[in-house]
């Protein structure tokens, strides 16, 4: 058990994968915090389809009790919105909010998030100025946010916390290449993975005790200097 | 965590927050250049120290600002200075408004701009001021106050967006109502704030505005600039 007070003890991941999780991962090996990735793909330690109640269900059971949850799953299907299936909104919104506040909703049923537990959402910098063909994305990433207001109310003498750090595009290697939904401002550069796991960090660890309910810009400036 | 560079001006260092935030920033290793409005430092955490009484006289913003030549260059400001009056804003005379402007805002806004004019702050560079929930709440009792700080943060939005080029990032943490001697002063009606159906985590403590300071001045946060941390126990939405 890791003896620093100031950090979570057993934080759950879900959406293991990615670059952001892993480097979130190693920030936690370092100071002896125990993960619990939750995803769909192999490299994740509980399988949790969050299209399936059944799978989340199972989830909540199976994981062991937690003080620190990443809210990290996303689906972005980039396609006009003329074009999109029904199936594929409901996608993006079933593992974007829906999936992740039925887990929420479990793990409180399961007494498996404990009092005190911090939640950190990943937000986008698109749910403030909005991306051509990824309206369901920035959707659901806004969605966060009015969640973050609700759960602190419900969650009030539970004393959890709940709260949203709101990137740019993060250089996983994977950066878009049209210019036009890269955003054109490119001075400070994009923050890497393992930078973007700095805030999230400081929003789980007791060091932001006094900090809930807010959404907090970590974009490089990029969203203020757009115009 | 890795504070950004070695030295920090820390304004307001005899009160409650510049205290707390001058211990840390010292046990970090940097060197601490205080300013306040008394004539001796009373924070043990300070090397340096220089007096400002008036912040609304402009000819003491220039002394100052060339008094702190003398220091080199600095790779952090903490703004935390501030001065304790309610005002109701119906009786309030233009002395009174003038000077809580001039605490609040129009100070921190002449400084800055000799600080910058000066090229006294090195890049990468953080600039840190402590706002108020107030900015955003509004405020019966210290609606001047309220709105000084609002001003504060707009115009740390707009040098954001000048200095991105330069790596001098500028934001600001807006304090929900932190108990200090102050509150205790303003009696029963005033201390709702701290009650727990207006604010979900309790009363807040200086070391939870320190320990948002440090967060932002760290070297890794170098992609958090023009943003306003609300640091309040969540009574923002409580309410």
Same mark, same amino acid.
């Given at each position: 058990?890791?003896?620093?007070?100031?950090?979570?003890? @057993? +934080?759950? &991941?879900? $959406?293991?994968?990615?670059?952001?999780?892993?480097?979130? !991962? %190693?920030?936690?090996?370092?100071? #002896?915090?125990?993960?619990?990735?939750?995803?769909?793909?192999?490299?994740?330690?509980?399988?949790?389809?969050?299209?399936?109640?059944?799978?989340?269900?199972?989830?909540?059971?199976?994981?062991?009790?937690?003080?620190?949850?990443?809210?990290?799953?996303?689906?972005?299907?980039?396609?006009?919105?003329?074009?999109?299936?029904?199936?594929?909104?409901?996608?993006?919104? @079933? +593992?974007? &909010?829906? $999936?992740?506040?039925?887990?929420?909703?479990?793990?409180? !049923? %399961?007494?498996?998030?404990?009092? #005190?537990?911090?939640?950190?959402?990943?937000?986008?910098?698109?749910?403030?100025?909005?991306?051509?063909?990824?309206?369901?994305?920035?959707?659901?990433?806004?969605?966060?946010?009015?969640?973050?207001?609700?759960?602190?109310?419900?969650?009030?003498?539970?004393?959890?916390?709940?709260?949203?750090?709101?990137?740019?595009?993060?250089?996983?290697?994977?950066?878009?290449?049209?210019?036009?939904?890269? $955003?054109?401002?490119?001075?400070?550069?994009?923050?890497?993975?393992?930078?973007?796991?700095?805030?999230?960090?400081?929003?789980?660890?007791?060091?932001?005790?006094?900090?809930?309910?807010?959404?907090?810009?970590?974009?490089?400036?990029?969203?203020?200097?757009?115009? | 965590?890795?504070?950004?560079?070695?030295?920090?001006?820390?304004?307001?260092?005899?009160?409650?927050?510049?205290?707390?935030?001058?211990?840390?920033?010292?046990?970090?290793?940097?060197?601490?250049?205080?300013?306040?409005?008394?004539?001796?430092?009373?924070?043990?955490?300070?090397?340096?120290?220089?007096?400002?009484?008036?912040?609304?006289?402009?000819?003491?913003?220039?002394?100052?600002?060339?008094?702190?030549?003398?220091?080199?260059?600095?790779?952090?400001?903490?703004?935390?200075?501030?001065?304790?009056?309610?005002?109701?804003?119906?009786?309030?005379?233009?002395?009174?408004?003038?000077?809580?402007?001039?605490?609040?805002?129009?100070?921190?806004?002449?400084?800055?701009?000799?600080?910058?004019?000066?090229?006294?702050?090195?890049?990468?560079?953080?600039?840190?001021?402590?706002?108020?929930?107030?900015?955003?709440?509004?405020?019966?009792?210290?609606?001047?106050?309220?709105?000084?700080?609002?001003?504060?943060?707009?115009?740390?939005?707009?040098?954001?967006?000048?200095?991105?080029?330069?790596?001098?990032?500028?934001?600001?943490?807006?304090?929900?109502?932190?108990?200090?001697?102050?509150?205790?002063?303003?009696?029963?009606?005033?201390?709702?704030?701290?009650?727990?159906?207006?604010?979900?985590?309790?009363?807040?403590?200086?070391?939870?505005?320190?320990?948002?300071?440090?967060?932002?001045?760290?070297?890794?946060?170098?992609?958090?600039?023009?943003?306003?941390?609300?640091?309040?126990?969540?009574?923002?939405?409580?309410?």
């Amino acid at each position: 058990m890791c003896e620093d007070k100031s950090i979570p003890q @057993q +934080v759950v &991941i879900l $959406g293991g994968s990615g670059q952001v999780a892993t480097a979130l !991962k %190693e920030r936690m090996k370092l100071k #002896g915090i125990k993960e619990s990735l939750l995803g769909t793909s192999s490299e994740n330690d509980f399988f949790c389809d969050l299209r399936d109640a059944a799978s989340i269900k199972r989830a909540s059971e199976s994981v062991d009790q937690f003080d620190g949850l990443v809210l990290n799953a996303k689906k972005d299907i980039v396609k006009p919105i003329q074009y999109r299936d029904y199936s594929e909104i409901n996608e993006c919104l @079933q +593992v974007g &909010i829906s $999936g992740p506040l039925y887990f929420i909703g479990q793990s409180i !049923k %399961e007494k498996k998030l404990m009092n #005190g537990a911090s939640i950190v959402s990943i937000g986008s910098q698109s749910q403030l100025s909005g991306l051509k063909y990824s309206v369901d994305y920035c959707a659901v990433k806004s969605a966060l946010h009015g969640m973050n207001k609700s759960l602190i109310k419900e969650f009030a003498r539970k004393k959890i916390r709940s709260n949203t750090v709101i990137f740019d595009w993060i250089d996983d290697g994977d950066l878009p290449r049209d210019s036009e939904r890269l $955003g054109a401002n490119d001075v400070s550069g994009f923050a890497n993975p393992y930078e973007a796991s700095f805030p999230i960090e400081f929003l789980l660890s007791s060091k932001s005790r006094w900090i809930s309910g807010q959404s907090l810009l970590f974009d490089g400036g990029r969203f203020l200097s757009r115009l | 965590m890795k504070i950004n560079g070695t030295s920090v001006l820390v304004t307001g260092c005899n009160g409650v927050f510049g205290t707390e935030i001058s211990r840390r920033l010292k046990s970090s290793g940097l060197n601490v250049v205080g300013l306040s409005r008394n004539r001796q430092c009373s924070n043990e955490f300070v090397d340096q120290y220089i007096q400002i009484s008036n912040w609304d006289r402009d000819s003491e913003i220039l002394e100052v600002s060339e008094q702190l030549k003398k220091f080199g260059k600095f790779d952090n400001v903490v703004f935390c200075h501030g001065a304790g009056e309610n005002i109701s804003f119906r009786f309030a005379d233009f002395t009174q408004i003038n000077e809580t402007a001039s605490v609040h805002f129009l100070g921190v806004a002449k400084l800055t701009a000799r600080l910058l004019r000066n090229r006294l702050v090195r890049s990468p560079g953080r600039f840190v001021a402590i706002g108020s929930i107030s900015a955003h709440m509004g405020s019966v009792a210290a609606p001047i106050y309220g709105a000084s700080k609002a001003a504060l943060e707009s115009l740390f939005r707009s040098l954001a967006r000048e200095y991105l080029k330069k790596q001098i990032t500028f934001n600001t943490i807006a304090a929900g109502p932190v108990k200090t001697k102050l509150w205790e002063g303003a009696g029963e009606s005033a201390l709702k704030v701290f009650d727990s159906r207006t604010n979900q985590l309790g009363p807040g403590s200086p070391e939870d505005i320190a320990n948002t300071v440090e967060f932002v001045l760290d070297e890794e946060s170098r992609f958090m600039t023009g943003t306003t941390l609300i640091v309040d126990g969540g009574s923002y939405y409580m309410v």
